[in-house]
């Protein structure tokens, strides 16, 4: 049974730094692609990153510059650092895998983790 698990969410103040972290395991074999999802309060869910197998990225707009994906896989654990975090930036952040890369993330998810919580504060 495949499992996600994210860890590394926090709060921190606008300007920060945070790196979120998602063991895998489970897989019979790798997926194809592996990304992050956020989704804000009151808002749907959205792609922030994406990686494929062949480390080729990709970002939404809004993250470029300041996020970076990025995954071991020796350790089955994909990473998303984040630098000068902005308040927009608030949102549980989900771990998800699937079988295609997309224009920002994964697409044809197959699995999703339970997410962890970042809050930026002004």
């Known amino acids: 049974q495949v499992q996600l698990v994210e860890s590394g969410g926090g709060s921190v103040q606008a300007g920060g730094s945070l790196r979120l972290s998602c063991a895998a395991s489970?897989?019979?074999?790798?997926?194809?692609?592996m990304g992050w999802f956020r989704q804000a309060p009151g808002k749907e869910r959205e792609g922030v990153a994406g990686?494929?197998?062949?480390?080729?990225?990709r970002y939404t707009d809004s993250v470029k510059v300041r996020f970076t994906i990025s995954q071991d896989n020796a350790k089955n654990t994909l990473y998303l650092e984040m630098n000068s975090l902005k308040p927009e930036d608030t949102g549980m952040y989900y771990c998800?895998?699937?079988?295609?890369?997309?224009?920002?993330?994964?697409?044809?998810?197959?699995?999703w983790g339970q997410g962890t919580q970042v809050s930026v504060s002004s």
């Open positions: 990686i494929d197998k062949y480390g080729t990225r």
């Open positions: 998800a895998s699937g079988q295609s890369l997309g224009r920002i993330a994964c697409g044809r998810i197959s699995s």
């Open positions: 489970g897989y019979t074999y790798s997926p194809h692609c």
